[in-house]
Every structure is written in C-alpha cells, then in structure tokens.
C-alpha cells in the first residue's frame, strides 16, 4: 500500500524557515516523480514545487521560487521541502504527492505562518 | 501558464442522478488529465489519470472524457458519498495547475 507521510509543520513567525519531510513506503519510491502541493485554508489546491526521479531536476511555481527548495534522498525513501523566508500568504495544508498520471497524496500537514 | 476552468462551480443533485462536471484547458493537454475528489478535512483522492483511466478501487459510476482542451467527468447514479469537491488538474506542462473545483452537494 502507498504511504506518504509528512512532518515539519507547525505554527512559525514570518521570515523563518521550515523543513518538511515525508516519508514514502509501499512503491520503488526512486522511480517516481515527487512534489508538494498545498491548499490554503477554505481554498483551492495550488500545486508548489516538483522533482524528478534523481532529483537532478526541480520545478517550482513562480511565487516560492528563491524561497523554496524541494529535494529528495532515494537512499531512505524521503522527500524534503525547504521553506524560508516565510510569508502569511504561505499558510496552507502541505501535501506530499507521487505523481504516476495524477497525484497520490499524504494526509498533508499544516504550516502556519503568524506571528 | 494553463489556466483551468471548472463548471460548474457548485451542484446540487438527487440521488440516483446522473451528472457532468466540465473542465476546459486554455491549451491543448494531449488528456495530461486528472480528476480527484475531495471530502471535507480530507487529502484529495485521484479517481481519473490520463482523462479517462479510472483508477483501482474508484466504482465505475465515475468516468472520465474528453481530448484537446475540453473534458469532462461523469457521475452515474450518484450516491450520498460522492459529495464533495471535484478538481481537474493538467499534467502537461509546468507550472501544473489546477482547476478552482466543483462542490457536489447530494440533495
């Protein structure tokens, strides 16, 4: 059974920075593009950053570029999301997701970004 | 960017009923399509791949169609589980990019 399961989250001041991470099982995890989706609070789904299967390609919406950094280690079957420079408008439910034709997600974990 | 458009943006249907959710590409995806549903509190689950593969486990009442820009998900005899939101997202090219969602209510 596919599991994806993320961590890292929490309530962090504006300008600070947050590591998540998420653990796969159940699937050859270094065969599978990765990603990080997340959905703002009563909002719609907003797709944030993706890497390929070596991780030696990264693809990132506009508004995170510079500020967000998506990697992956095949080695222990996990995917990190490297949030700095946070901003308010960064509050949203982080979801970890393979890709295989659509998306199969984690539970997501929520960061919040308030002072 | 792609720009996804869902239709309509809200729904209400009878059970039993038979209804057809539309999302409209701004360029052509090659059916680099998906569909999910989403139910309150929960993570979206994937239901369509590739505009009309239904996924393992999904009931066969959903199914997908469509090419080009143009497609489309339809909900046979709709049941009291299926409310929730229904997004579309396309696959083809970065930045992905996701429609704003259909929200099902179940009269």
């Known amino acids: 059974e596919v599991q994806l399961v993320e961590s890292g989250g929490g309530l962090v001041q504006p300008g600070r920075s947050l590591k998540l991470s998420c653990a796969a099982s159940g699937f050859s995890y270094s065969h599978y593009v990765m990603a990080w989706v997340r959905q703002a609070p009563t909002k719609g789904l907003e797709w944030v950053a993706s890497?390929?299967?070596?991780?030696?390609?990264?693809y990132y919406r506009d508004s995170v570029k510079g500020r967000f950094t998506i990697s992956r280690d095949n080695a222990r079957n996990t995917l990190y999301l490297q949030i700095d420079s946070l901003r308010s408008e960064d509050t949203a439910t982080y979801y970890c997701?393979?890709?295989?034709?659509?998306?199969?997600w984690g539970q997501g974990v929520m960061v919040t970004v308030s002072s | 960017d792609i720009q996804m458009t869902q239709s309509p943006a809200s729904l209400s249907a009878s059970l039993g009923e038979t209804v057809s959710l539309e999302c409209l590409a701004s360029e052509g995806l090659f059916n680099s399509l998906a569909w999910y549903q989403q139910k309150p509190g929960k993570s979206p689950q994937l239901l369509i791949s590739g505009g009309s593969r239904l996924q393992d486990g999904v009931p066969s009442r959903f199914s997908g169609r469509g090419s080009g820009t143009q497609y489309s998900l339809k909900i046979s005899a709709i049941q009291p589980e299926d409310e929730g939101i229904y997004y579309c997202q396309q696959g083809y090219k970065y930045p992905l990019t996701f429609g704003s969602g259909t929200k099902l209510e179940i009269k």
């Open positions: 997701a393979k890709w295989d034709g659509g998306y199969f």
């Open positions: 890497i390929n299967t070596d991780g030696g390609n990264t």
